[in-house]
């Protein structure tokens, strides 16, 4: 990796570190769905800065264990230090492609995600593999991004204006931040993939986060918004998060999709 990859590596990284309130709203929604019990062994999906990993982890108990995977290796020091911080040490992070690669420790009780499946480019090819690596009984959870219309705050909706590139699932439908946001994707994934009773579920949140957590300058330069047209994004930008201030924060709207899958228990004759 260049020098320059992984110094933009690491920006994204300290900016989705900088948005932890916003993820912490959405890690209670995963949680509530995938119900993680004591002593379970879970695979987490695109672990990126940890608050899934984290929370699944401190959930499974000192018996259990999670497994948290990423591509990217500036974000799993991040997650990495969000675990010592938490002071949980039974997840490992390991820096893998979960779309292709084998993951060490399974059959897994669950594998879950939190915005971390809409990304994969062979969503077919990811999802069986991800279902080779669940026991069977076995269970799937996933949060995704619902529409960028429902997301008005997201840096992809709110700098799509400026940056055509920023909102990229609407250039190349099979992967990118809303992928997964007709349900019919998830659904037909899924189902090639061969997981069983599977289901979407649409729910919209509106968390009061602090204005820092919903943008900051930094966001323009990652979201590719050329220089001679940042005054005018910020402006739109200032505009849309007045909006929806309330007292000393943001109320956020998010829509999310929740995916859920099994995979069925071995009939014993
Ligand atoms: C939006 S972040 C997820 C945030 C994270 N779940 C959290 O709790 O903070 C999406 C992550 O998915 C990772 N990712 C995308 N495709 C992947 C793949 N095929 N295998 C592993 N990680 C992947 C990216 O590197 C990125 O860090």
Redesign the pocket.
């Known amino acids: 990796m260049t020098a320059e990859e992984l110094s933009r590596e690491e920006a994204w990284a300290r900016a989705?570190d900088r948005r932890s309130p916003v993820?912490e709203a959405l890690v209670e929604v995963l949680m509530t769905a995938l119900a993680p019990a004591k002593d379970e062994r879970i695979l987490d999906?695109?672990?990126?800065?940890?608050?899934?990993?984290v929370a699944a982890a401190s959930a499974v108990g000192p018996s259990g264990e999670v497994v948290a995977?990423?591509?990217?290796e500036p974000?799993l020091r991040m997650a990495e230090r969000r675990a010592r911080e938490a002071g949980v040490d039974n997840v490992r992070f390991l820096q893998?492609?979960?779309?292709s690669d084998e993951i060490l420790g399974a059959p897994f009780d669950a594998v879950c995600?939190?915005?971390?499946v809409m990304?994969?480019t062979n969503p077919v090819g990811?999802f069986t593999n991800l279902r080779n690596h669940v026991r069977p009984g076995g269970r799937f959870v996933a949060v995704a991004w619902g529409d960028p219309a429902e997301n008005p705050l997201l840096p992809e909706t709110l700098l799509a204006p400026f940056a055509p590139d920023a909102n990229w699932t609407a250039v190349d439908g099979v992967y990118g931040p809303f992928a997964l946001a007709p349900r019919g994707r998830a659904l037909a994934y899924l189902g090639t993939a061969e997981w069983k009773a599977i289901e979407v579920e649409p729910i919209r949140l509106n968390p009061v986060v602090p204005e820092e957590a919903v943008f900051d300058e930094a966001l323009l330069d990652m979201y590719g918004v050329e220089p001679r047209r940042r005054e005018e994004a910020l402006e739109h930008v200032r505009a849309e998060v007045a909006r929806h201030r309330s007292g000393d924060g943001v109320e956020m709207p998010l829509s999310v999709n929740v995916v859920t899958a099994k995979i069925p228990e071995l009939i014993q004759d």
């Open positions: 989705w993820w999906v695109g672990a990126g800065a940890g608050h899934a990993a995977v990423d591509m990217v974000v893998i492609d979960a779309g995600s939190l915005l971390g990304f994969f990811a």
